[in-house]
């Protein structure tokens, strides 16, 4: 009783109307769960030790057995509940018929008639009404904020829904690795959160906030985490789309309860992730959006309102930095802005290294080879293939994880499973035809393009076969011989289909080779000024998150000199393409005819083959790498 009492001194008032919301709802299902069972019992049942089963009579049954009647209670809606004479119950819907009901009485019958509500049906009329008043009244009262004036606060964030990880973390520098450089950045903030008065004392300034932005998967979160790990600080993760809601307000409140929480166990890291939720740029335009202003209003409110001596470092990570208001980013917020790039080569082996200590991997696989073949793989692309790898090889029963689990899981990665589809004969040898002129190209310009690593006619994903080649590092640049060189590349296998199948028998196989070259060259024309016919002039302008859309803001007459330019690279390169594989059909047909005996030609395969020597007798494996060229 006390607890009630104390309940009901409350200030919040909501809770009042609540429990009386609650208690009203209670009786609405005991009254229908009583009305229900009375109807069911078909009437009145007046000797408890003679529980017959009630029956049901037609008002044609009524007339029939007016005399087996003996008692007739007349409700409203003409429906009437008794007992024969041989103390059966029923229920029946009747006409109401004076002379009936006289006749039924004659008989012996007690007839009683009864148009009165009862007080369930009264409970039942109003009930309901009096339910959705009462809990109207409690959401408006929430709404407004209740008597205590944070009512919103108090009743749907009292319980924490913004899903805020809390506590302090194990993750430290120790277990990131590939970004050595991104991990410089944030020692500063380790060493304030560890000696502040180092700071004080020479007056310098430590970032409020620090935005960290890239590629998905590049271990932004995993980077904040570690921040905290390494100070031993207090860790506050959430997301910026914790902050939405269909309540407006909801996102102001829930940015104050995480700032105050903060305050209360400072010095700490305050993680949000994907921040560009509630941090996308204002505009006038905008429809309907307004709570999420006012969210992002009071997120630059709590950033100005504490000091830096409070201890408290302001983490933020997104995907699209661009999308950010300029608010968010001037210095006193987000003062040190982190972008966190794909890892390189040296990155990537870090990387492996590191994740390989989970698992049972074979002391004879390569791990360098491994980095060099996954160029654009995130940090968390190459602990996903690890893990792909191990379920490869469960399925193999392996002992250990084998370089060829790491190549098969690669190759599922970046082109999906192996098909086994069933393909004509003369579509298998056009396609080793097709790859044949590929590799021979290839290694004909190894100097300046990738090493070769596997051939394969094996289909896999869309692909029916490919090359593949395998970085010795990653290039951050390319010259004009090496675009040229790719670009007849990229052409050969059409150029191989042509010369030995015949001009009408090409196929649309080099779909994706087409593709790959026409991008390199019209690139290569718009951004990089590699053309001396259109010159050092960027025709297109850089888009959204370093995307770019061809032929922005040029003329018609530039457009056209572009697109005759690109026309104009390719055809020199599938000339120079068609030029080497006819002046080396026999090489080309002795590739074809191998890879159509084993399937799969290793690099070394493909050089002993054209060079003379004896092919390696040994078939090589069908796990492979990375995809360069493929055959659609």
Same mark, same amino acid.
């Given at each position: ?151 919103? @606060? ?26 050595? @450089? ?135 990570? @997104? ?206 024309? @718009? ?106």
């Amino acid at each position: 009783m006390k607890n009630v009492n104390n309940l009901f001194k409350k200030k919040d008032g909501s809770k009042f109307y609540l429990v009386i919301f609650a208690i009203l709802f209670v009786m609405l299902i005991v009254r229908i769960i009583v009305s229900g069972g009375i109807n069911n019992a078909g009437g009145l049942i007046t000797n408890k030790a003679d529980r017959k089963a009630p029956i049901e009579l037609s008002f044609s049954d009524v007339l029939r057995r007016v005399n087996d009647i003996k008692t007739m209670d007349i409700q409203k809606d003409n429906v009437a509940v008794g007992t024969l004479k041989d103390g059966t119950p029923y229920h029946a819907t009747i006409t109401y018929n004076p002379e009936l009901l006289e006749k039924i009485s004659k008989n012996g019958a007690t007839v009683s008639i009864n148009n009165n509500d009862s007080l369930w049906d009264g409970v039942a009329r109003w009930l309901p009404i009096l339910v959705s008043a009462l809990f109207l009244i409690w959401l408006l009262r929430i709404m407004r904020g209740g008597n205590g004036g944070g009512g919103i @606060t108090r009743s749907l964030i009292g319980q924490n829904p913004t899903k805020i990880t809390t506590g302090k973390t194990k993750t430290t520098f120790k277990d990131v690795a590939g970004i050595d @450089t991104e991990k410089q950045e944030l020692m500063e903030v380790v060493d304030f959160l560890k000696n502040k008065e180092k700071f004080k004392a020479l007056g310098a300034r430590v970032p409020r906030g620090i935005l960290l932005s890239g590629e998905p998967g590049t271990g932004k979160t995993l980077l904040a985490r570690a921040v905290a790990g390494e100070a031993n600080v207090p860790f506050f993760a959430t997301s910026g789309s914790d902050f939405s809601g269909i309540i407006v307000g909801l996102g102001v409140a829930k940015i104050k309860e995480i700032f105050e929480l903060a305050k209360r166990n400072a010095p700490c890291i305050l993680f949000i992730d994907e921040i560009d939720a509630i941090g996308q740029s204002r505009s006038k335009h905008t429809i309907n959006d307004n709570d999420r202003e006012q969210t992002l209003n009071q997120l630059l409110i709590e950033m100005d309102g504490f000091s830096n001596e409070t201890g408290i470092i302001v983490i933020a990570a @997104t995907n699209r930095p661009d999308m950010l208001d300029a608010a968010l980013l001037r210095p006193g917020r987000f003062d040190r802005q982190i972008n966190i790039e794909l890892p390189n080569l040296e990155g990537r082996h870090d990387i492996l290294n590191l994740h390989a200590k989970k698992y049972k991997i074979n002391d004879n696989v390569n791990m360098m080879d491994v980095a060099r073949g996954t160029t654009g793989f995130s940090g968390a692309d190459l602990e996903n293939l690890l893990n792909e790898a191990a379920l490869h090889a469960v399925r193999a029963e392996h002992k250990l994880v084998e370089q060829s689990d790491i190549e098969e899981a690669r190759d599922k990665i970046l082109m999906g499973p192996v098909k086994n589809r069933k393909m004509r004969p003369e579509d298998i040898k056009l396609t080793a035809y097709h790859e044949a002129g590929h590799a021979f190209v290839g290694n004909h310009y190894s100097g300046l393009t990738d090493p070769i690593h596997k051939a394969t006619i094996i289909p896999r994903g869309r692909a029916l076969g490919m090359v593949q080649h395998l970085p010795i590092d990653d290039k951050v640049s390319m010259r004009l011989d090496e675009i040229r060189a790719n670009l007849s590349v990229f052409l050969a296998g059409r150029a191989s289909e042509e010369i030995f199948f015949g001009a009408n028998k090409i196929t649309t196989g080099a779909e994706s080779d087409i593709a790959m070259a026409t991008h390199l060259a019209r690139r290569s024309i @718009t951004t990089a000024g590699l053309s001396d016919k259109i010159g050092m002039v960027a025709v297109n302008q850089a888009q959204t998150f370093g995307q770019r859309i061809a032929l922005e803001n040029a003329s018609e007459k530039t457009a056209e000199s572009v697109d005759a330019e690109i026309r104009k690279w390719l055809e020199t390169a599938y000339k120079d393409a068609k030029t080497l594989v006819s002046k080396n059909k026999a090489t080309v047909e002795k590739l074809a005819k191998a890879l159509l005996d084993k399937e799969t030609l290793s690099g070394d395969e493909i050089r002993e083959i054209i060079s003379g020597k004896k092919t390696v007798a040994k078939k090589t494996t069908k796990k492979t790498v990375k995809k360069s060229h493929a055959k659609k």
